[in-house]
């Protein structure tokens, strides 16, 4: 289960969004089945599920979603995953939000994650005071960041959505809005920085 404000549903025919182009999408699937748009959650309950043409108890047919890598035989997997937020907030309102939290728990900040890198491992992070300015953190990595956090420690998500773009062996996207989790630790990485470059990026 997810917040009931939350839907997820699968649309690989859905091949651009807000200008880009999306790798996981698909007209057919890699056992000859037409791509169907499949609703996985809705409002925060299960809904549905993705299949292949392996048949699976009280689901006899495939919805279009047999995928198979160059050297893998074809199974269940996401093609273009979109996952919504009903009512969802702009990030300014988001912001806000975040930043009365901290207050209501009497912290002195919170963290914001702009994007990640590695498993767990944020690319951009900064710390947010209570005035809402922010301040880059360089060397940490976040714990407790799973399922449960997810189904549990989501207190609110945002309007827009983000796009991800996996290249991998059976290529995927991801569309998702900007999470406020309720509880999550940021720790130090063990790995030592990088130096930072000594010239900012061009314009």
């Known amino acids: 289960m997810l917040p009931e404000f939350l839907d997820v549903v699968d649309d690989p025919g859905l091949k651009s969004f807000d200008g880009k182009g999306l790798v996981g999408a698909y007209d057919v699937d890699d056992e000859g089945v037409p791509e169907q748009a499949v609703k996985l959650i809705t409002a925060g309950r299960l809904d549905g599920y993705l299949l292949g043409r392996e048949p699976v108890k009280d689901f006899p047919e495939s919805n279009g979603h047999g ?74 990595e976040l714990d407790d960041l799973d399922q449960r956090a997810l189904r549990s420690g989501v207190e609110a998500a945002g309007k827009d959505l983000f796009v991800a773009n996996y290249y991998g062996d059976v290529p995927e996207t991801v569309l998702a809005p900007a999470l406020l989790l309720d509880d999550v630790t940021v720790r130090r990485a063990n790995e030592k920085n990088n130096k930072l470059p000594f010239y900012p990026p061009p314009d």
């Open 67 to 140: 995928r198979a890598g160059i050297a893998g035989g074809a199974r269940p997997a996401i093609g273009v995953l979109k996952v919504t937020a009903t009512d969802g907030l702009t990030d300014e309102a988001l912001n806000q939000k975040l930043v009365d939290l901290a207050k209501d728990r009497g912290l002195k900040s919170v963290y914001f994650v702009q994007t990640m890198g590695g498993e767990l491992t944020p690319r951009m992070l900064y710390r947010v005071g209570l005035d809402g300015k922010r301040e880059l953190v360089r060397g940490a």
